[in-house]
């Protein structure tokens, strides 16, 4: 047996249902978004229940929009009627997952959740089924075939599940207005949350440490004022204090090579003149972002006028623990 070829086929399968889903959203997935946002903005939650494997994708939603700020529980549906439908409180969204349809521990819970008036959104491959007749909205999630050689084993509608239940829970996040602030707030711990509430000016290197010269500065000066300052660059400004460019320690290195003698030059000559910049106000994570699109080691903070206030070195970024 070629088991990569095997796992590809699956891969593929899978991959094929996911766009088959994307192809089909409707107007069903708009009225769902609209009336989560109506119910979360109304300070109720959202309760997520399936059975077996989409008892498993229901969690994984559920996670996904308490840590977007959407508050869900799930509701263990084998359980709920001993007890635990005291969870659901009077107008919650209910999220049912059942690919089905049919599925009696699920169908046995709705008359309860219509009596405590929830608004009910089905997940389901079944438009005609039970389910789907008792919802609000109702999102297709059918598929053609199972990723499973059998066709037995819920893989391909499981992943059509979960990714429908990203794209909710990503799109009632913007709805919302919801912002990386808002975010930070609800992820504290560990370097995400420590990048999301640290802002630049938390970090930079300023005062003395700042290595900033004019235009006219020499490379010798200019390579005094790194080794001064600690530092593996010099920002260098205009007479009205804005930004002119940066030299690093990798422009002396490169004009080295073709100029021995450039100790006595002015650095202007071999800085880069647009360096990748940030404002002071931004946050750590924005940062973050740059670098991962810019191989730089070194990034120059401005101010709202493009007065170079700050650096920052990466080497800043595991010192505060945000790497």
Do not use: W
Not at 154 to 163: C, G, I, K, N
Not at 235 to 260: C, K, S, V
């Amino acid at each position: 047996m070629d088991y990569l070829a095997k796992a590809r086929t699956v891969i593929d399968l899978e991959t094929a249902e996911v766009q088959r889903l994307s192809e089909r959203l409707d107007q069903a997935f708009v009225e769902a978004v609209d009336l989560l946002r109506s119910v979360v903005g109304e300070g109720r939650k959202v309760v997520l229940c399936g059975v077996g494997k989409s008892g498993n994708i229901a969690a994984k939603i559920a996670a996904t929009l308490n840590s977007t700020g959407a508050p869900a529980v799930v509701l263990n549906v084998q359980d709920a009627l001993h007890g635990d439908l005291g969870m659901v409180s009077v107008g919650d969204a209910v999220i049912a997952l059942s690919y089905s349809g049919e599925t009696d521990e699920l169908l046995n819970l709705l008359p309860h959740l219509k009596r405590q008036q929830c608004r009910l959104i089905a997940f389901t491959g079944n438009l005609q089924s039970t389910l789907a007749l008792a919802a609000e909205a109702v999102l297709d999630v059918r598929v053609q075939r199972e990723a499973c050689p059998l066709n037995l084993a819920p893989t391909s509608s499981s992943t059509v599940m979960l990714v429908l239940g990203d794209a909710l829970a990503m799109v009632l996040l913007e709805a919302r207005g919801f912002q990386p602030e808002d975010f930070a707030l609800l992820h504290p711990g560990g370097s995400l949350g420590r990048a999301l509430l640290t802002k630049v000016s938390d970090i930079m290197r300023t005062g003395d440490r700042l290595p900033l010269v004019p235009p006219d500065a020499t490379v010798r000066e200019a390579v005094r004022t790194m080794g001064r300052c600690r530092s593996g660059c010099v920002i260098l400004t205009h007479p009205d204090g804005t930004l002119a460019g940066i030299f690093t320690q990798g422009d002396f290195a490169r004009a080295f090579e073709t100029n021995p003698g450039l100790a006595g030059e002015a650095v202007a000559r071999f800085m880069t003149p647009q360096p990748i910049t940030i404002h002071s106000g931004k946050l750590a994570a924005e940062l973050l972002n740059l670098l991962e699109h810019h191989p730089v080691d070194e990034l120059v903070v401005l101010d709202s006028l493009r007065h170079p206030v700050g650096l920052v070195d990466t080497q800043d970024l595991s010192r505060h623990r945000i790497l």
